[in-house]
């Protein structure tokens, strides 16, 4: 930090906020830390009695906080991502469409391991709603080396940290099970809390079969609806141990790979995931998405939604955050839960 007369101080950085103080009219700073010195400010500067200044001295090899900023942006920023104005030494990221907002841990730790420097962004793997904040970034001090922003940029590896993928899925088939509904002795209230979820990505319903609880029956019905070609099957109901429940065994029976029956999750314990060889994803759901606010359907679906494989190890990773707390007032997804 160096104290130098005002008419020498263009180019140079500010080191504090400086206020300016007109009676009766305004009061506040005039201009910011981190400001760089302009021609056009030193008569502004010098009517505000500010003869001398305190800056940082540019020196070569350094690189002012906002275009440390812009590059830090350029790390990050993909498609579908709209940003601000640099503001301070920070740039701020928000979704310019709906989608799957996914996060490259691995290489943002490795960034963010190195000093002075920071990017922070929501957690990857969630839903986002176009205008929804994504990230932020910004160097510490209001100087940074430029051997520090080129470390940053090896670590990213050429490559943007974040993604916000767009919902590809359109189409979906329900199978029902259970007698009771295919009877008609009690209303099928499962497929709209379904179909509801589905219509929050854009996905609607062509096709759907009521076959009862055989296991062939049900099998039958998944083979009749992958006629249609729906991006998404769904059977919902039949999920558990009991001797009663065969969706698993129907949804193996038809031909689907079962990627995984069950998932540290709850609720949704009981939940299977599997694909068949063209890529469609079957999903069966257990009886707790029905009723519970929130259910591990809620974590999987929108990666479905935006066509994102979902592997055995995605689902085994829930544990940790895996437990919905089941508060009186969900503020789901702004909490803990699949996180």
């Known amino acids: 930090m160096n104290r130098i007369p005002t008419q020498e101080a263009v180019g140079h950085v500010l080191c504090h906020d400086m206020t300016q103080i007109i009676p009766g009219q305004y009061k506040g700073p005039r201009f910011r830390k981190g400001h760089v010195v ?27 906080e906002d275009d440390g900023a812009e590059r830090l942006c350029a790390l990050c920023r993909n498609e579908g991502m709209e940003r601000s104005a640099v503001k301070e030494g920070k740039i701020e990221l928000t979704a310019a469409r709906e989608g799957l907002f996914l996060v490259d841990r691995q290489r943002l730790n490795a960034v963010n391991a190195l000093e002075d420097l920071m990017i922070a962004t929501r957690h990857g793997g969630t839903a986002v709603r176009k205008g929804d904040k994504l ?56 497929t709209p809390v379904v179909e509801g979820k589905l219509s929050e990505f854009g996905i609607r319903t062509v096709e759907h079969r009521l076959p009862g609880d055989g296991v062939e029956a049900i099998a039958n019905a ?39 029956y069950g998932a540290p999750v ?3 314990a009981m939940f299977l995931l599997g694909y068949f060889e063209d890529g469609t994803p079957i999903v069966g759901l257990p009886g707790c998405v029905m009723y ?20 055995r190890e995605d689902l085994t990773t829930l544990g940790e955050g895996g437990l919905c707390l089941g508060c009186e007032v969900c503020t789901y997804p702004n909490c803990g839960f699949g996180k």
């Not at 992958?226 to 031909?255: E, F, H, Q, Y």
């Open 266 to 268: 709850l609720p949704g």
């Open 292 to 311: 519970a606010k929130r259910t591990i359907f809620d974590l999987v679906l929108p990666k479905l939604a935006a066509g994102v494989p979902v592997a």
């Open 135 to 190: 990230a932020g970034m910004r160097v510490i001090p209001l100087i940074i080396q430029e051997e520090k922003l080129l470390q940053a940029e090896a670590a990213a590896g050429g490559r943007p940290l974040l993604e916000l993928l767009p919902w590809k899925l359109k189409t979906a088939a329900i199978v029902t099970t259970g007698n009771e509904v295919a009877k008609g002795l009690i209303a099928d209230s499962f």
């Open 222 to 260: 998944i083979l009749d609806v992958r006629r249609a070609k729906p991006d998404l099957i769904l059977c919902t109901g039949g999920m558990s141990v009991d001797p009663d429940d065969n969706t698993p065994g129907a949804v193996k029976r038809s031909g689907a790979d079962i990627v995984a």
């Open 38 to 64: 302009r021609e056009e400010d030193i008569p502004v500067l010098l009517s505000m009695g500010k003869e001398h200044l305190y800056v940082w001295e540019m020196a070569e090899g350094c690189v002012h």
